[in-house]
């Protein structure tokens, strides 16, 4: 059983960063592939990046947010972060933290545990 707890979100403005965290329970985090989505209102929820299990340098994102966000995880930690650089009123949104055992996948039916969400908010 993992239990992941997010912060981290708040209302920026249009060019700000803001850093997600994720905080995981559980023995076995560094066996879990770990990812970011979000969930704009009236959306569907959406991949954004994950990084593989054991290794924090092994990361995936999606091409709306390909460098300018970057994912990262500390395993001793337990935890998992979020950096967004230059953000933009699209990006607001729901962030979700999630866990899957083993490969990493984009699919929200994938993942076995979720945290609550945070919320971002970006002004323009």
């Known amino acids: 059983q993992v239990q992941l707890v997010e912060s981290g979100g708040g209302l920026v403005q249009a060019g700000d960063s803001l850093r997600l965290s994720c905080a995981a329970s559980?023995?076995?985090?560094?066996?879990?592939?770990m990812a970011w989505f979000r969930q704009a209102p009236g959306k569907e929820r959406e991949f954004i990046a994950a990084a593989i299990a054991w290794s924090g340098v092994n990361t995936y994102y999606a091409d709306s947010v390909k460098g300018r966000f970057t994912i990262s995880r500390d395993n001793a930690e337990n935890t998992v972060y979020l950096q967004m650089n230059g953000l933009q009123p699209e990006d607001t949104a729901v962030y979700y933290c999630?866990?899957?055992?083993?490969?990493?996948?984009?699919?929200?039916?994938?993942?076995?545990?979720w945290g609550q969400g945070t919320q971002v908010t970006v002004s323009s």
């Open positions: 999630a866990a899957k055992p083993g490969v990493w996948r984009t699919e929200v039916t994938r993942y076995n545990y």
């Open positions: 559980g023995r076995t985090f560094n066996s879990y592939a």
